[in-house]
Nanobody, 128 residues
Framework: QLQVVESGGGLVQPGGSLRLSCAAP????????IGWFRQAPGKEREGISC????????KYGESVKGRFTISRDTPKNTVYLQMNSLKANDTAVYYC?????????????????????WGQGTEVTVSS
């Protein structure tokens, strides 16, 4: 079964940027819709973005729309989450997750229950 690994988290100042990566060594990420989620301390896990298998359709949560960009690099077998204009309330553990589907493109979901394969997360702290 798919195993995904997140990386790229760290400490960044407000207004700064980070790029998170979601990789799956030994698996073909192209076969999966990929979603990004986050969980802040004391809060429920939140879906923030997703991308279809072809990388042609994306979706963003209202809290990150206009600041975050999800993309897929199929040759590198990696999905990225570019995060710009970071705010203190973006501080959270960020997770990527995979949803196996035959559909090559089309609307994707940021609902937690739609994803079966989860990584361990990478921590992002936005603080001065």
């Amino acid at each position: 079964q798919l195993q995904v690994v997140e990386s790229g988290g760290g400490l960044v100042q407000p207004g700064g940027s980070l790029r998170l990566s979601c990789a799956a060594p030994g698996f073909t990420l192209e076969n999966y819709v990929i979603g990004w989620f986050r969980q802040a301390p004391g809060k429920e896990r939140e879906g923030i973005s997703c991308i279809d298998r072809r990388g042609t359709t994306t979706k963003y949560g209202e809290s990150v729309k206009g600041r975050f960009t999800i993309s897929r690099d199929t040759p590198k077998n990696t999905v990225y989450l570019q995060m710009n204009s970071l705010k203190a309330n973006d501080t959270a553990v960020y997770y990527c997750a995979g949803h196996l589907t035959w559909a090559l493109n089309g609307p994707c979901s940021v609902a937690i229950n739609d994803y079966r394969y989860w990584g361990q997360g990478t921590e992002v702290t936005v603080s001065s």
